[in-house]
């Protein structure tokens, strides 16, 4: 969430940020909630200073014999007006919080403005994009020639965008996950972590899917339970309510996890193949660091995302997002783009995200300074590091052959154990 004091210093500034994300927003309800609450702090310790003053004169009167009858009544008054105060302060804080909650990040100054994904800044390209001497098919149709992805089978054990892979298609989605993993891990220096796949209401606030978008999640009936969209969610909360030593930062950690979303907001988009789905895996990258070396993580989480697909020979592009298409808790993100040929263009495979300190102060994480001892949020990364379903229909689109095989990466097949499919 927002520092409610920088909201309290800067209104203008935050307002102007923040309408960049959407003309509507803006923090005008917090700032008069907390005035209200500022003044009602105000009259808190007024009276309670005065109900002391009074409650050492009564002691006094009462050493020398007088009554204190009327003045014991206006203590009594006084610790009522208290009271009434307190209560009223509560309501306002609850009142602040709930607003903070589902006010979004606030972009960085040289984020490119813009409504939607039509603003958004294309960085670089890697790869050269495959001229095919036949017609390519679409991944959905390869796998289901090759009976290795059945996406009719999946829709009966579940529902519509659930998906059943198969024997080579299985053995080629593990193939991916431990290739990630590894080279996360190996090459790249993160911790591999194993969390809970379903995770508590608490934690699923603290990176800021709970309570704007729980539309998008699925929730356990009559527990306090939801199944994570992302492993972003278990792996920044590790730390939450805690305080990490200075010297430990960064935390780099790296885990495979199923993903579920509900993709409530995206009917009709993407209803064949494996590119929105209400089940995928994916491996995904969060980093724990310090405020001053979050922008310098932020771009070696990129490079590392890159790096994978760089690894596979896939051909990509990275775009800037601009302020209007960002996620909820980033305040700069970069999308890398895998080619597509089936739809002739570039698909979102992973989302690289620096969220400053807005989710470290919703899930209250801090580090003590060395120097001075004082405590200050840290600042948390998240990125895909990649999209495993999105991978697999790459290959099969990318690598595809005019007798309908499909050749598997070279960097792939010591996993697979194959060579083609």
Not at 44 to 71: F, H, V
Not at 128 to 156: L, T, Y
Not at 352 to 372: L, P, T
Request: aromatic residues 8%; negative net charge.
């Amino acid at each position: 969430m927002l520092d409610i004091k920088l909201i309290r210093e800067n209104p203008q500034k935050v307002n102007e940020l923040l309408k960049r994300r959407n003309a509507d927003l803006n923090v005008d309800n917090i700032i008069n909630y907390d005035e209200k609450r500022r003044k009602i702090q105000t009259n808190i310790d007024e009276l309670r200073n005065k109900r002391k003053i009074d409650s050492q004169k009564i002691g006094t009167m009462k050493k020398n014999g007088e009554d204190t009858t009327s003045l014991q009544e206006a203590v009594k008054n006084i610790a009522d007006e208290i009271k009434k105060l307190e209560d009223e302060e509560v309501l306002l804080n609850e009142k602040i919080t709930n607003l903070l909650l589902t006010i979004p990040n606030i972009p960085q100054e040289d984020v490119p403005v813009g409504e939607d994904e039509t603003k958004n800044a294309v960085i670089n390209s890697w790869g050269e994009i495959r001229k095919f001497d036949f017609e390519p098919k679409p991944h959905w149709e390869i796998g289901s020639g090759k009976d290795i992805i059945d996406f009719e089978r999946g829709v009966k054990l579940s529902q519509s965008r659930f998906t059943l892979y198969k024997d080579k298609g299985a053995k080629l989605e593990r193939a991916i996950i431990n290739f990630f993993l590894d080279i996360h891990t190996k090459e790249h220096g993160y911790c591999e972590i194993l969390p809970p796949f379903m995770v508590n209401a608490q934690t699923m606030q603290g990176t800021g899917q709970l309570p704007k978008f729980k539309e998008d999640m699925y929730k356990c009936e009559n527990e306090d339970l939801y199944l994570i969209p992302t492993a972003e969610v278990p792996l920044t909360n590790i730390y939450s309510n805690e305080i990490i030593d200075e010297d430990n930062l960064p935390y780099l950690m790296t885990a495979y996890t199923p993903c579920f979303r509900r993709e409530a907001g995206s009917a009709g988009k993407d209803t064949r193949g494996l590119i929105r789905v209400h089940q995928f895996n994916k491996v995904e990258m969060v980093k724990i660091t310090h405020p001053l070396k979050s922008e310098e993580e932020h771009q070696k989480m990129v490079k590392n995302a890159q790096h994978v697909l760089e690894l596979l020979n896939l051909p990509y592009r990275t775009v800037e997002l601009s302020t209007g298409d960002m996620g909820f808790s980033a305040n700069k993100c970069y999308d890398i783009e895998v080619w597509m040929p089936s739809y002739n263009s570039y698909r979102e495979i992973s989302s690289c995200s620096n969220c400053g300190d807005f989710q470290a102060r919703r899930a209250n994480i801090k580090y003590r300074d060395k120097k001075s001892g004082k405590l200050n949020y840290v600042h948390t990364l998240n990125g895909s590091g990649v999209a495993v379903g999105r991978t697999v229909a790459a290959i099969l689109e990318n690598f595809q052959e005019s007798d309908g095989s499909v050749i598997i990466p070279e960097v792939l097949r010591e996993y697979t154990g194959f060579e083609k499919i």
